[in-house]
């Protein structure tokens, strides 16, 4: 559900090795090279150079940074978990205030028309105490909630929803604890976030965490808590949601991975063929990957003049010449 990251590497490797027709070993040096590809500058540094050279527009191609592809990648993953969060602490909020008053509503920073509701540091405490979000009923349904709407935001609710037992009641949201699991981090992160404020003024400068601050580590702890919140409840259907794992011993177990169905087997709710393709992809342990560039210190390997001996310069051409042709006219060239 949240692979870790050298997993996430394995993948990236192979999807370039296929696409720019090159060996593993290659695509590796390509995403370990640095790249001069596109990002948003920080306004401070936009502003500095257009302060010092306000009619050459050329300063600031030439000091654009080059950033490690494998890094560049990452970012994608990562802003593909926060939209996640965004999505997941919104609807919370939502359906907490709509059914217990609490929170209230703001003009969203930086817009007219668009509101957020807004919890007050004494409110998030609350709902943090002994996981009340989790625990209490109405706050409860308010992480069904969440769940509903970031599974209608992917797309997938089909996949992860099913009749209720009682004939005409709502469909429930039947889904994995590792689901669970990172809607309700999210959730949590965004209300220690809130508790720990100490002044409620709009313009304030928040110093405390990010709601992306946790990644996968703070995912993998709260698999252990929701494991327990939920341990009475197994695999049936209770309040709008059932756990399908309920009943595994090593649902809260982050190594832990099921066999992958058959391709045609449409009717489980946590593959399809294309996650099964993608999976195995990630989960292959044969590839001959280089890790050190993406896992160790700032991930930067050494130039291509560094390269020693014929081999491996003729070796960095190739990559050279595969790179150069397949993206010709979508990125500039580092050399």
Same mark, same amino acid.
């Given at each position: 559900?949240?692979?870790?990251?050298?997993?996430?590497?394995?993948?990236?490797?192979?999807?370039?090795?296929?696409?720019?027709?090159?060996?593993?070993?290659?695509?590796?040096?390509?995403?370990?090279?640095?790249?001069?590809? $596109?990002?948003?500058?920080?306004?401070?540094?936009?502003?500095?150079?257009?302060?010092?050279? $306000?009619?050459?527009?050329? /300063?600031?191609?030439?000091?654009?940074?080059?950033?490690?592809?494998?890094?560049?990648?990452?970012?994608?993953?990562?802003?593909?978990?926060?939209?996640?969060?965004?999505?997941?602490?919104?609807?919370?909020?939502?359906?907490?205030?709509?059914?217990?008053?609490?929170?209230?509503?703001?003009?969203?920073?930086?817009?007219?028309?668009?509101?957020?509701?807004?919890?007050?540091?004494?409110?998030?405490?609350?709902?943090?105490?002994?996981?009340?979000?989790?625990?209490?009923?109405?706050?409860?349904?308010?992480?069904?909630?969440?769940?509903?709407? %970031?599974?209608? %935001?992917?797309?997938?609710?089909?996949?992860?929803?099913?009749?209720?037992? /009682?004939?005409?009641?709502?469909?429930? /949201?039947?889904?994995?604890?590792?689901? %669970?699991?990172?809607?309700?981090?999210?959730?949590?992160?965004?209300?220690?976030?809130?508790?720990?404020?100490?002044?409620?003024?709009?313009?304030?400068?928040?110093?405390?965490?990010?709601?992306?601050?946790?990644?996968?580590?703070?995912?993998?702890?709260?698999?252990?808590?929701?494991?327990?919140?939920?341990?009475?409840?197994?695999?049936?259907?209770?309040?709008?949601?059932?756990?399908?794992?309920?009943?595994?011993?090593?649902?809260?177990?982050?190594?832990?991975?099921?066999?992958? $169905? $058959?391709?045609?087997?449409?009717?489980?709710?946590?593959?399809?063929?294309?996650?099964?393709?993608?999976?195995?992809?990630?989960?292959?342990?044969?590839?001959?990957?280089?890790?050190?560039?993406?896992?160790?210190?700032?991930?930067?390997?050494?130039?291509?003049?560094?390269?020693?001996?014929?081999?491996?310069?003729?070796?960095?051409?190739?990559?050279?010449?595969?790179?150069?042709?397949?993206?010709?006219? %979508?990125?500039?060239?580092?050399?």
């Amino acid at each position: 559900m949240w692979v870790d990251i050298s997993d996430v590497n394995i993948f990236m490797q192979e999807w370039t090795a296929e696409h720019f027709q090159v060996v593993s070993r290659e695509a590796d040096k390509l995403l370990s090279r640095r790249w001069r590809l $596109p990002q948003r500058r920080r306004c401070v540094d936009a502003l500095a150079l257009r302060a010092a050279a $306000p009619e050459d527009e050329s /300063v600031a191609a030439a000091r654009r940074n080059k950033t490690i592809a494998y890094r560049y990648l990452h970012r994608a993953v990562s802003h593909f978990y926060q939209r996640i969060g965004n999505k997941a602490v919104s609807a919370f909020s939502t359906y907490v205030n709509d059914k217990t008053g609490l929170g209230t509503l703001r003009r969203t920073r930086g817009t007219r028309t668009k509101v957020e509701v807004w919890f007050e540091p004494r409110e998030a405490r609350i709902l943090l105490v002994n996981n009340a979000f989790i625990t209490e009923m109405n706050y409860r349904a308010g992480v069904v909630r969440a769940l509903h709407v %970031v599974f209608s %935001v992917l797309g997938v609710l089909h996949r992860f929803s099913e009749a209720g037992a /009682v004939p005409g009641s709502a469909d429930v /949201v039947a889904c994995l604890t590792a689901h %669970v699991a990172l809607v309700s981090m999210k959730i949590r992160a965004h209300l220690k976030k809130r508790a720990a404020s100490a002044s409620d003024d709009e313009e304030a400068v928040d110093t405390t965490p990010g709601l992306n601050g946790g990644h996968r580590a703070e995912w993998v702890e709260e698999l252990a808590a929701v494991r327990q919140l939920f341990a009475n409840q197994g695999a049936r259907s209770s309040n709008g949601l059932r756990l399908t794992d309920g009943e595994e011993p090593r649902r809260d177990d982050s190594s832990h991975r099921e066999p992958l $169905p $058959p391709a045609s087997d449409t009717g489980s709710p946590e593959f399809d063929g294309a996650t099964a393709a993608a999976a195995n992809v990630m989960h292959s342990s044969g590839a001959d990957v280089n890790l050190s560039a993406a896992d160790h210190g700032n991930g930067e390997e050494p130039s291509d003049a560094d390269a020693h001996g014929p081999v491996e310069q003729a070796a960095v051409a190739a990559a050279h010449d595969a790179a150069a042709h397949a993206m010709l006219g %979508v990125y500039e060239d580092t050399e």
